[in-house]
């Protein structure tokens, strides 16, 4: 693939660099005899330059060499170094924010310095110094940051209401006119992606965000114990009330069993089932509202509360805030249920503990509503942004294009030889615990990429590893129930509304707290309905619905 070729593919690699630390040192070799001859006076030159290099870092704190910064290129009280500084080779220095969701085994090193940091920073021709963001504080971190100046130049979330909001106070910069500059290859993907701008570009016309495209649109699963049912006769439920039966008799089924186990996605996906998605707007008879003021909000709301209430989840979860109790649970086969998100059924764990665990991934289940789809994602990936304080973003570019290139590649498979092999152009991984120990991670830095996952794609990478054959099965069946049920979403994105964006923070706070504190307690799904309007119109929410429903007339049509 050259560097203005962008079409997403499975799998045809273009770069085999290694990911160790020792990948682009240079190999010993004998020097001609010339230049032997010259080596004394070649090495009197280099002692003197040192001697005057060590006179001119007197008096600093020359800490590892670095002249006052740590091992990872932060300075002494562990701040960024300033933007646009160049390195010892020259290259440019841009930070950036990567998702922390704990997930780095000790022996690989750290969010900030690890694999996939130093492979970066030896190919891409940038140094880029990572700033941990963890993913369930991101909002609270972001603002800290933004306020005290100290947001990385490249700021990464899921959110677009965090790009609207960023953008209206300033905090970040247009990019149509960096990319016209100094892009070719992001650039070309745009061009033949022109389903992403609207995703990117806010009200003034101008883009704000860098990304690509999905692997796939599906986000969110249900995993089940097949063995569990096929063991108490069975079938796998079709509804939300078979569910709950079912979660009734695996509590009774073995001893110590909490039937639920559960992930960010528990919530999300009790709201789909109901066609009332917490945070998102919905058409109600022409008026745009929120859909926690929906009756079929409050039923998503009863559901949790009677799951909570007849001990089908961990009654501590609202303290697991990392969820490490629910992947114990899940893992040890104190559970048999697991909503999680697509690629999360950590089977390979399960099987340690249980070899004989079979897992089956649910279809969506019927209400009195009728069936709604698991989550249709957006098709924009991470979406990232420019701090407004950024001084290179030719750098930054660059390191964007590089990405897309083909950057992505080893951060997605490894390295060829060691961590997969090539089949018909796909890399099918060898040793599925090496990979998820050594490459998962590397996933996160991947601000851009061209991954592309389709069921066949996935099954050829699978290879003969029968764990890695069941993942690839049942994230085959989610992709095909995504693209088989429809998936109710009135409006294709967050509405990019700034008084909704200065406001959506502060709501979402309030509802995960009336939600979780309503499923604990006795108090009723129209009582929290009650608190969350309180909080609506205390943060002036009335106003908002005006500009959103405004917003919404004059742009509906460009979605039909």
């Given at each position: 693939?050259?560097?203005?070729?962008?079409?997403?593919?499975?799998?045809?690699?273009?770069?085999?660099?290694?990911?160790?630390?020792?990948?682009?040192?240079?190999?010993?070799?004998?020097?001609?005899?010339?230049?032997?001859?010259?080596?004394?006076?070649?090495?009197?030159?280099?002692?003197?330059?040192?001697?005057?290099?060590?006179?001119?870092?007197?008096?600093?704190?020359?800490?590892?060499?670095?002249?006052?910064?740590?091992?990872?290129?932060?300075?002494?009280?562990?701040?960024?170094?300033?933007?646009g500084q160049k390195d010892s080779a020259d290259?440019?220095?841009?930070?950036?924010?990567?998702?922390?969701?704990?997930?780095?085994?000790?022996?690989?090193?750290?969010?900030?310095?690890?694999?996939?940091?130093?492979?970066?920073?030896e190919n891409s021709g940038v140094e880029v110094?990572?700033?941990?963001?963890?993913?369930?504080?991101?909002?609270?971190?972001?603002?800290?940051?933004?306020?005290?100046?100290?947001?990385?130049?490249?700021?990464?979330?899921?959110?677009?209401?965090?790009?609207?909001?960023?953008?209206?106070?300033?905090?970040?910069?247009?990019?149509?006119?960096?990319?016209?500059?100094?892009?070719?290859?992001?650039?070309?993907?745009?061009?033949?992606?022109?389903?992403?701008?609207?995703?990117?570009?806010?009200?003034?016309?101008?883009?704000?965000?860098?990304?690509?495209?999905?692997?796939?649109?599906?986000?969110?699963?249900?995993?089940?114990?097949?063995?569990?049912?096929?063991?108490?006769?069975?079938?796998?439920?079709?509804?939300?009330?078979?569910?709950?039966?079912?979660?009734?008799?695996?509590?009774?089924?073995?001893?110590?069993?909490?039937?639920?186990?559960?992930?960010?996605?528990?919530?999300?996906?009790?709201?789909?089932?109901?066609?009332?998605?917490?945070?998102?707007?919905?058409?109600?008879?022409?008026?745009?509202?929120?859909?926690?003021?929906?009756?079929?909000?409050?039923?998503?709301?009863?559901?949790?509360?009677?799951?909570?209430?007849?001990?089908?989840?961990?009654?501590?979860?609202?303290?697991?805030?990392?969820?490490?109790?629910?992947?114990?649970?899940?893992?040890?086969?104190?559970?048999?249920?697991?909503?999680?998100?697509?690629?999360?059924?950590?089977?390979?764990?399960?099987?340690?503990?249980?070899?004989?665990?079979?897992?089956?991934?649910?279809?969506?289940?019927?209400?009195?509503?009728?069936?709604?789809?698991?989550?249709?994602?957006?098709?924009?990936?991470?979406?990232?942004?420019?701090?407004?304080?950024?001084?290179?973003?030719?750098?930054?570019?660059?390191?964007?294009?590089?990405?897309?290139?083909?950057?992505?590649?080893?951060?997605?498979?490894?390295?060829?030889?060691?961590?997969?092999?090539?089949?018909?152009?796909?890399?099918?991984?060898?040793?599925?615990?090496?990979?998820?120990?050594?490459?998962?991670?590397?996933?996160?830095?991947?601000?851009?990429?061209?991954?592309?996952?389709?069921?066949?794609?996935?099954?050829?990478?699978?290879?003969?590893?029968?764990?890695?054959?069941?993942?690839?099965?049942?994230?085959?069946?989610?992709?095909?129930?995504?693209?088989?049920?429809?998936?109710?979403?009135?409006?294709?994105?967050?509405?990019?509304?700034?008084?909704?964006?200065?406001?959506?923070?502060?709501?979402?706070?309030?509802?995960?707290?009336?939600?979780?504190?309503?499923?604990?307690?006795?108090?009723?799904?129209?009582?929290?309905?009650?608190?969350?309007?309180?909080?609506?119109?205390?943060?002036?929410?009335?106003?908002?619905?005006?500009?959103?429903?405004?917003?919404?007339?004059?742009?509906?049509?460009?979605?039909?």
């Amino acid at each position: 693939m050259n560097e203005h070729s962008s079409k997403p593919h499975p799998g045809s690699l273009t770069r085999r660099t290694a990911a160790d630390p020792s990948a682009g040192r240079a190999e010993g070799r004998r020097l001609p005899a010339n230049d032997r001859k010259r080596l004394p006076l070649l090495l009197l030159l280099l002692c003197t330059v040192l001697m005057l290099a060590a006179c001119s870092t007197n008096g600093t704190n020359g800490t590892n060499g670095t002249n006052g910064t740590n091992g990872s290129g932060a300075d002494g009280d562990g701040q960024a170094k300033s933007q646009g500084q160049k390195d010892s080779a020259d290259r440019p220095i841009i930070s950036a924010s990567i998702y922390d969701r704990g997930q780095i085994a000790a022996e690989e090193g750290t969010y900030e310095d690890n694999r996939w940091t130093r492979y970066i920073n030896e190919n891409s021709g940038v140094e880029v110094q990572w700033m941990p963001i963890p993913r369930n504080q991101e909002a609270d971190k972001f603002n800290v940051l933004i306020a005290s100046e100290q947001a990385p130049d490249l700021m990464s979330t899921y959110n677009r209401d965090f790009i609207t909001r960023w953008a209206s106070e300033g905090a970040i910069q247009p990019l149509d006119d960096y990319i016209e500059q100094y892009s070719t290859s992001y650039k070309a993907y745009l061009a033949e992606h022109p389903e992403l701008k609207p995703y990117l570009t806010l009200e003034d016309g101008q883009m704000y965000a860098i990304a690509s495209l999905r692997p796939t649109r599906g986000s969110t699963a249900i995993y089940i114990r097949q063995d569990w049912l096929d063991a108490l006769k069975l079938e796998v439920p079709q509804s939300v009330d078979e569910l709950l039966e079912v979660a009734n008799a695996f509590r009774a089924y073995k001893a110590d069993v909490v039937p639920i186990a559960m992930s960010t996605a528990y919530q999300p996906i009790v709201d789909d089932w109901f066609m009332a998605r917490s945070g998102e707007w919905v058409v109600e008879d022409g008026q745009v509202v929120q859909a926690v003021f929906t009756e079929r909000y409050r039923d998503a709301m009863a559901f949790r509360q009677q799951a909570y209430q007849e001990g089908l989840v961990d009654k501590e979860y609202a303290t697991d805030k990392e969820y490490s109790r629910q992947r114990q649970l899940w893992t040890t086969g104190r559970s048999g249920i697991y909503f999680a998100n697509v690629s999360d059924s950590m089977l390979a764990e399960l099987r340690k503990n249980d070899p004989e665990a079979a897992l089956t991934v649910l279809p969506p289940l019927e209400t009195k509503y009728g069936t709604n789809g698991y989550q249709l994602e957006v098709p924009n990936f991470l979406l990232t942004a420019f701090n407004k304080d950024l001084e290179d973003p030719e750098a930054a570019i660059r390191f964007i294009d590089w990405l897309i290139d083909g950057g992505w590649e080893p951060m997605t498979y490894g390295t060829e030889g060691e961590h997969y092999d090539l089949v018909d152009g796909i890399p099918v991984t060898k040793d599925l615990e090496k990979w998820q120990q050594e490459v998962a991670y590397g996933n996160e830095y991947r601000l851009v990429h061209q991954e592309l996952r389709t069921p066949d794609y996935l099954r050829i990478r699978a290879g003969d590893d029968p764990i890695a054959q069941a993942i690839a099965e049942m994230q085959s069946t989610i992709i095909h129930n995504a693209e088989t049920y429809e998936y109710r979403k009135d409006i294709p994105y967050v509405p990019p509304v700034e008084a909704y964006a200065s406001i959506a923070t502060q709501f979402e706070a309030k509802w995960k707290e009336i939600n979780v504190r309503m499923s604990m307690t006795d108090t009723t799904p129209e009582q929290a309905v009650s608190e969350l309007r309180n909080a609506w119109d205390s943060l002036g929410g009335d106003a908002v619905s005006e500009e959103v429903q405004a917003w919404y007339e004059a742009n509906k049509d460009k979605w039909s």
